[in-house]
C-alpha cells in the first residue's frame, strides 16, 4: 500500500532521519552483524535509512526496495554517487520479492509491515529471501497508534486483519523466525531483531 500525503510527510522529515539513526543504533547492539554482508530494505522511502544502515552496519550490498516508484526517484536523487554504488534501488512487492530465494544475510523493515494488506505472506516473502540465521530487522506500529480515533482520518492503512504484539510475535515464528530481542510498548509498537531459524 502507498503512502499518502501525511506519512509521506512523516517519513521524509528531518526528524524521522534522527530517530531511524537511534534506532539502527539500537538495532546493532540488539544483533550485531559482520561487515561485508548483503541486505535489502524493504518500503526504503527516500533512501535515508539506506544510508544509515551502510554508516552504522557497514554491509557489502543494500538491496532497497519501494513499491512506490515516486520514492525510488527520490531515492535516485537522495544517495550520494558514492552510496548508490553500494545500494541497488528496486521498485516492487514485499509480497513477492525479486530477490532469490536464500540470498540475503539480512533485511530491515522500518514501519513497512503494518502498510501490507497481506502481511503475514509478507513475513513469508521476508524468510525466503533470507539465509538460514539471516536476520530481520523490524520497527512496527501497533492499531492503537495509527487507527485511532484521531489517525484514522489522516493516515492510510488497511483497515482488516491488523495485528497486535500477540499476532506479530506467532506470526513470527509461524513465518520460521525466532525474535532474539526487542523493545516493545504493547499498546504502541516494537523495535526488535529476529533471526530466520
Known sequence: MKLNWAERWAVNNPLRIVEQR??????????PLK??????EIGCGRGAGARIILKEFQPFHIHALDLD???????QRYLSSEEKQEVSLLAGDVTFLPIK??????????????????????LAEIARVLKPQGAYF???????LYQNFVTKHILLH?????????????ALIQAGFELRNSIE??????????VKV
Open 22 to 31: 537511534i534506532e539502527l543504533r539500537r538495532l546493532r547492539q540488539m544483533l
Open 35 to 40: 561487515p561485508g554482508f548483503v541486505a535489502l
Open 69 to 75: 516508484i515516486e520514492m525510488i526517484v527520490k531515492a
Open 101 to 122: 530465494t536464500g540470498s540475503l544475510d539480512a533485511v530491515f523493515g522500518f514501519g513497512v509491515l503494518h502498510h501490507i494488506p497481506d502481511w503475514r505472506l509478507a
Open 138 to 144: 523490524l520497527e512496527e506500529l501497533y492499531p492503537s
Open 158 to 170: 488497511p483497515k482488516e486483519d491488523r495485528f497486535n504484539h500477540e499476532d506479530l510475535k506467532h
Open 185 to 194: 510498548c504493547k499498546k504502541l509498537g516494537i523495535l526488535g531483531a529476529a
